[in-house]
């Protein structure tokens, strides 16, 4: 991938993770700035574009793979969107209980969690055929590398905006 790709990963995933941030800093901070579900669905949708403009940019297919892999994509998108919005509704669910988290809630939060982790290899692992049906093995990989390539940018940009668990006292 290129150094372009790179940094467009970067500006992309910082922006769609700004919003997850955003609530765990107000959760934290009860400030009664906020940013609406209305936003929060736009810049996914603007990151979800982003991302496949990305793929499509460093993905080179001849006009009749790009006829069969981009429907395949797409259907993947929409999967890994529900895992999103899984992810989602846990970082609002920790946002919201920040500062007063029990144990109990700590170790609910740490099973979705690997559970959601678990879910994301396993849809790749589902598509791993489904894609090789469409295209070249070696094509098929490099998808595989971009999408993890994205993926890991945003899980480090995810982890790192949203503020650990606080011990109470």
Known sequence: ?????????????????????????????????????????LMRQDIRSQKKQLVAANLTLTDAEATKFWPVYDQYSVETTKLGDQRY?????????????TDDQAQSLIKRNLALDEAAVQL????????????????????????????MLIDLQLASGVPLVQEQH
Do not use: C
């Open 124 to 151: 790749r692992i589902k598509y791993v055929p489904i894609i090789s049906a469409v295209l070249p093995g070696q094509k098929t990989a490099t998808f595989f590398q971009i999408d993890r390539r994205i993926a």
């Open 89 to 101: 509704a846990l970082i609002k669910e920790y946002a919201q209980s920040f500062g007063s988290l």
């Open 1 to 41: 991938m290129t150094n372009q790709m790179t940094v467009a990963l970067v500006l992309a995933s910082s922006w769609f993770l700004a919003v997850p941030l955003a609530h765990a800093q107000a959760a934290a901070s009860k400030d009664t700035q906020t940013v609406s579900e209305q936003d929060i669905k």
